[in-house]
């Protein structure tokens, strides 16, 4: 299984990026997918999921409300919408699929499967 994560760009403060999330060998079917970022010289951390079949969605309190995250069957791809970016929000995305439980859904520990990483920058 393959994961790959596209749409990562430099923007200014306030604007838009979406981020996609893409699989080969398989399909999200039964996974959850999860969106994590890691900053320079700082821990990876959790960012949104989605459960693939179910649905629940799930996000980082520094997040909601200006991220969304979505998937498209048809496609068989997830998406995260960021809107209002901060600088803060500058980091590698990585995506990664998984069978978490809904308590540890935000750990990185619980996916198995993941991308190589978009660049997002958000310049002041």
């Known amino acids: 299984v393959q994961l790959q994560a596209s749409g990562g760009g430099l923007v200014q403060a306030g604007g838009s990026l979406r981020l996609s999330c893409a699989a080969s060998g398989r399909t999200f079917s039964g996974y959850a997918v999860g969106w994590f970022r890691q900053a320079p010289g700082k821990e990876r951390e959790f960012v949104a999921a989605?459960?693939?079949?179910?649905?629940?969605?799930f996000y980082a309190d520094s997040v909601k409300g200006r991220f969304t995250i979505s998937r498209d069957f048809a496609k068989g791809t997830v998406y995260l919408q960021m809107n209002s970016l901060k600088p803060e929000d500058t980091a590698v995305y990585y995506c990664?699929?998984?069978?978490?439980?809904?308590?540890?859904?935000?750990?990185?520990?619980?996916?198995?499967?993941w991308g190589q990483g978009t660049q997002v920058t958000v310049s002041s």
């Open positions: 990664a699929s998984g069978r978490p439980i809904v308590s540890t859904i935000r750990a990185h520990e619980s996916y198995d499967y």
């Open positions: 989605i459960r693939w079949s179910g649905g629940g969605i």
